[in-house]
């Protein structure tokens, strides 16, 4: 069975600085993984979508990698700001079954002004 | 284009009765699936209906059900409920024809177990 881990649980940093949110899975035959975005109380924001056959992608100041060899994923963001405080999770997209999506419990990010 | 939808909002009700939640599929799609997210944990998949039937399921109870429409709307029904059925519950519409598998989510319905 597909599980999920995220590390770190909660990260606090002060703004402008750049971090990593890390991802790691343990069932390499994936379709695709899928970082997302959660404010408290809300719903999920789609932030990228990386096919299995692809290694990163970007969208403005956030770079998502994947090594699906080694079950690993990484959400670089770059010059944080407080706006982007929020919960990241990361999700596989199984091959199996329904396809469905395995998350990860999320990292609880806050950006200090 | 109409993205997915999810009604209600917020929901209470009380241990042992039954409920139902609606989504709304994004136009084009026709598979959708549901997922529990209970407080301060990822989604947890629930089950995926295809063409109305049922294409998979996690691990929840029979008491948890569903139903597609012919529209690839989607209902989930839980009976007897208990204190630990309080969650979000968000649906997701996809598209068997896209290449992707990608899953789009509405803003979820918050239920709350007294």
């Known amino acids: 069975k597909q599980e999920v881990t995220q590390i770190p649980a909660a990260l606090s940093v002060p703004e402008g600085e750049n971090l990593v949110l890390n991802c790691s899975f343990t069932?390499?035959?994936?379709?695709?993984l899928q970082w997302f975005r959660q404010d408290p109380g809300k719903g999920l924001t789609s932030l990228l979508l990386?096919?299995?056959?692809?290694r990163e992608q970007t969208s403005g100041r956030l770079n998502a990698s994947l090594d699906k060899s080694s079950g690993r994923s990484t959400l670089y963001i770059a010059a944080s700001q407080p706006g982007d405080s929020a919960t990241y999770l990361c999700?596989?997209?199984?091959?199996?079954?329904?396809?469905?999506?395995?998350f990860g419990t999320g990292t609880r990010l806050t950006v200090i002004p | 284009e109409t993205g997915v939808t999810q009604s209600p909002t917020h929901l209470i009700k009380t241990r042992g009765q039954q409920v139902t939640l609606r989504c709304s599929s994004q136009?084009?799609?026709?598979?959708v699936s549901w997922y529990q997210q209970a407080l301060g944990q990822g989604p947890q998949f629930i089950f995926q209906?295809?063409?109305?039937?049922?294409?998979g399921r996690g691990n929840f109870p029979p008491r948890f059900s569903g139903l597609q429409f012919p529209n690839y709307s989607s209902e989930l029904n839980v009976n007897a409920l208990e204190l630990d059925d309080s969650a979000l519950y968000l649906c997701?519409?996809?598209?068997?024809?896209?290449?992707?598998?990608?899953?789009?989510f509405g803003p979820g319905t918050r239920l709350t177990v007294t």
């Open positions: 999700a596989v997209q199984d091959q199996t079954g329904a396809n469905n999506l395995f």
């Open positions: 997701a519409s996809s598209s068997d024809r896209a290449s992707s598998y990608e899953q789009y």
């Open positions: 136009s084009g799609h026709n598979t």
């Open positions: 069932d390499s035959a994936i379709y695709n």
């Open positions: 209906y295809y063409r109305e039937e049922e294409n």
């Open positions: 990386i096919q299995s056959s692809q």
